[in-house]
């Protein structure tokens, strides 16, 4: 372990082998950091917090702090991070609150970058990007390898589907299906997120059914309720429908449309 003799580590925290700590960085109680993460200096880490193996935060960044949240009273809650995150200068990510899940989550592998901010209770999935001054607010949901472009940002209880991706500036105020490419202010749906899964490796057939289940959802001038009962035949034949299907199922804020 190396800590910079201006930090200011709390007794209570707990620092695993291998963690470096810059300069004028505070780490306060109930903080968890496993080995290999490094914090850079000026960085302030309030608890309950665990931090997994192998992060790199950058300088400036505040992590765990209090929920911006009028309803919060210091009631218990929690930031729980995974492991081989990025998190770059002035991010913030804050603590759950009682009226949600009491934590907040963050995946692994996630390269979260400059002025990012993470509100109470969100769940942040693995691999994804969240680009310059990306916002969330409270309880979103963001899952796996979903990127979010420059400025985007995410009304409270908004879900946004694996493998979706946001334009810069887009307003996002309802649910985002996966896959899908969304843009604007507010926030509609564009096409497919086409490149990104080829990227991942996505089959042709895979993309195929894909975009069939858009077109379905978004091109047929359906109402939903149509729209869903074909989705469910499409589903029979296809893994990545069925998941698009199922997050429909969940959404409570209606869809992108």
Known sequence: MSVHASAVIDPAARLAAGVEVGPYSVIGPGVEIGSGTRIGAHVV????TRIGRDNRIWPFSAIGGDPQDKKFHGESSELVIGDRNTIREYVSINRGTGDGAHVTR?????????????????????????????????????????????????????????HAFAAMYSAINRDVPPFCYVAGQFAEPRGVNSEGLKRRGFSAERVAAIKRAYRTLYMAGLPLIEARARLAEQALESGDVAAMLAFIERSERSLVR
């Open 45 to 48: 880490i309030d608890g309950p």
């Open 106 to 162: 963050v995946g692994n592998d996630n390269w979260i970058m400059a002025y990012v901010h993470i509100a109470h209770d969100c769940v942040v999935g693995d691999h994804t990007v969240l680009a310059n001054n990306a916002t969330l607010a409270g309880h979103v949901e963001v899952g796996d390898h979903v990127i979010l472009g420059g400025f985007a940002g995410a009304h409270q209880f908004c879900k946004i589907g694996a």
